[in-house]
């Protein structure tokens, strides 16, 4: 029998995942695959005894019978949403009888849409215009000249993306493009989401499975995703957890400690916090972030309150909830911030010209300019408005959004606990003092003994490696080393033996250090293998993470032969990409590769989940 596929590269599964199952499964003898069968339906069941009988499942979780519509739910995610909302639309549809999978695009072979029937695609667009991490190279092949034709495939797609940025919703508009353009079906229009996306993908989902459902019934006749019950059999309930904390549901999470990084006469701020988790059911991972639910700082809404001529005490309605004007402004919307609906709604408002002006499409980057490092307070000092009702000032104001931290702990160090490295955000703009709404909240107003409203971010793919002896390349400038810490503390508290290597950058060695004594003692026990350290302004000429790496670049390019995983966290704009370049440089010097070789090399590496990034 040929083995070699076994495992498709269309299965749920990591690389490296998919490798061990290519030489495991086909060891079983029939007793032990009977066995593993037998198991895998008591578990899906929830029964963990071998001699317990399984049940059948769910109806809303049953296999779909021989009439069920296949349907694949695809999604490219950067901080969870759009994968939150893959699984979902999924659940959804097997409700309504489909046989659907939700599927990354980073487990996908562009070309295996050829196979498929039914495709619904979620994908946020990241930074300027850009597919998330995951999704880089599905988008580089689907959009390439040797993409095949697509005819017969029905789509409906769903983008999520930030009116803030000038390519809003780029990718859900450059996937619905091309799809049409290969000959595919769309069967329901894009819906191009804000950040409060709840309300668009309501809408869209329930416009596209219904369109799905009635294509499907006039095929066939009747409702092909019709699930056929078997007579006499027992449906399970649906076992749901007690308590799911998300953004609109957080858990309050007490502070119990709450500790300058930094000292006194440090340029920069960072906070190290510890939180508590007992009594939330709350576990993670390495890797996973925390959201935090902030509010807005008291004195800019003072003074927005101030200006627009309110006490505070009117009524505003925000989602169909009434409530004071001052809480609304204070807990429930972004006002250090805005963005051009916020200004077009304003310059109705207000008559404004200049402002009407200002929104002309020929002047975008003068639009682009105002609107940086200006907030609510800023637009109505400088386009006032002769009277402003509370549903003008709150109508086109967005949801106060969350705030992903990286988690900074290990449960196995740290049991009913989850920390955090913050680096608190100050500056000066426009002749004001300013700062980071969720860090500045921290720092100023947050303290020990506290609550604050939390939830968990799950990312499933900045993760250790499934084998502990598999050594590992860590690269985290300033709080991108975060993640690091908690990776170093699993592996120490779970006694793995593979090698660990952490590339550490920041201005000073003096101030800025983070985790300085910990890092030693790791070294000391082995649980960290080595450490490079880089400060850019302790000598004349700037050094930086990738200089170190440049200078180890021979033993860096050994790792990876050796079957290393590389992670990069920290800042998208400037850092991630100069690692990166590194990253290609090292490997075409020390593997004697031409650049598109090496540029070659690292895409195997991401695409065998090798080479990670945690990047914002």
Not at 62 to 90: C, I, K
Request: hydrophobic share 35%; proline share 6%.
């Amino acid at each position: 029998m040929n083995n070699s596929n076994l495992i498709p590269e269309t299965a749920p599964f990591r690389e490296e995942d998919r490798r061990w199952l290519k030489g495991f499964l086909p060891s079983l003898s029939p007793e032990q695959t009977a066995w593993v069968e037998g198991f895998l339906a008591r578990h899906r069941a929830g029964f963990g005894n071998e001699g317990d009988p399984p049940a059948e499942p769910a109806q809303s979780e049953r296999p779909a019978g021989p009439r069920a519509v296949p349907l694949t739910v695809l999604y490219g995610t950067e901080s969870g949403n759009s994968e939150g909302l893959a699984d979902e639309t999924a659940k959804r549809a097997k409700q309504a009888g489909f046989h659907a999978s939700p599927v990354d695009m980073a487990d996908l072979q562009p070309s295996a849409l050829r196979e498929k029937e039914n495709l619904l695609v979620i994908v946020s667009t990241w930074g300027d215009g850009d597919p998330p991490e995951g999704a880089e190279g599905f988008y580089e092949k689907l959009m390439s000249d040797g993409m095949p034709r697509l005819d017969g495939l029905r789509f409906s797609v769903c983008g999520l993306g930030d009116t803030a940025y000038d390519a809003f919703c780029k990718m859900g508009k450059d996937f619905d493009g091309r799809l049409e353009a290969l000959g595919a079906t769309r069967i329901a229009p894009r819906v191009d989401c804000d950040i409060d996306f709840r309300e668009s993908y309501e809408s869209w989902a329930q416009t596209a499975l219904a369109e799905l459902e009635r294509r499907a019934t006039e095929t066939n006749g009747t409702a092909r995703g019709t699930v056929v019950e078997e007579k006499g059999a027992s449906v399970a309930p649906i076992t749901e957890p007690t308590v799911d904390y998300t953004a609109r549901n957080p858990f309050p999470a007490e502070v119990v400690e709450k500790v300058s990084l930094s000292p006194t006469d440090s340029a920069k701020e960072n906070l190290h916090l510890e939180l508590s988790l007992a009594g939330s059911g709350l576990r993670y991972e390495p890797g996973d972030s925390l959201g935090l639910v902030a509010a807005n700082d008291p004195e800019l809404v003072d003074r927005i309150l101030a200006t627009a001529g309110f006490s505070g005490d009117e009524e505003a309605t925000i989602k169909e909830e009434t409530l004071p004007l001052r809480e609304a402004l204070s807990t429930r919307l972004e006002i250090a911030a805005l963005t051009p609906p916020v200004l077009a709604s304003h310059a109705s408002t207000t008559g404004d010209e200049n402002l009407r002006d200002l929104l002309q499409d020929e002047r975008k980057a003068d639009l682009r300019e105002y609107l940086r490092g200006r907030d609510v307070l800023d637009l109505l000092q400088d386009f006032p408005a002769k009277s402003l009702t509370p549903a003008q000032l709150t109508g086109a104001l967005r949801p106060l959004q969350p705030r992903l931290y990286s988690l900074a702990s290990s449960l196995r160090a740290h049991p009913d606990q989850a920390h955090l490295t913050v680096g608190v955000v100050r500056y000066s703009a426009h002749g004001r003092e300013r700062g980071g709404v969720c860090t500045t909240d921290l720092a100023d107003r947050l303290n020990k003994g506290d609550k604050v409203g939390i939830y968990l971010s799950r990312n499933k793919t900045f993760k250790l490696p499934r084998d502990p002896d598999t050594p590992i390349l860590m690269i985290g400038p300033g709080t991108g080393v975060a993640p690091f810490r908690a990776f170093v503390e699993e592996r120490a508290a779970a006694g793995a033996r593979g090698r660990s290597w952490l590339f550490f950058g920041e201005q000073h060695y003096l101030h800025d250090f983070l985790y300085q004594l910990e890092w030693q003692e790791h070294l000391k026990t082995g649980a960290l293998t080595k450490l490079n350290v880089a400060f850019s302004r302790d000598q004349p000429e700037k050094v930086y993470v990738q200089h170190r790496m440049h200078e180890h670049g021979r033993e860096v390019f050994a790792w990876l032969e050796e079957g290393a995983h590389l992670y990069v966290c920290g800042d998208a704009q400037r850092m991630a990409a100069d690692v990166h370049a590194a990253l290609e440089e090292i490997v075409a010097r020390e593997g004697a590769m031409t650049g598109e070789q090496s540029a070659e090399y690292v895409k195997r590496l991401k695409a065998e989940k090798r080479y990670l990034r945690d990047v914002y």
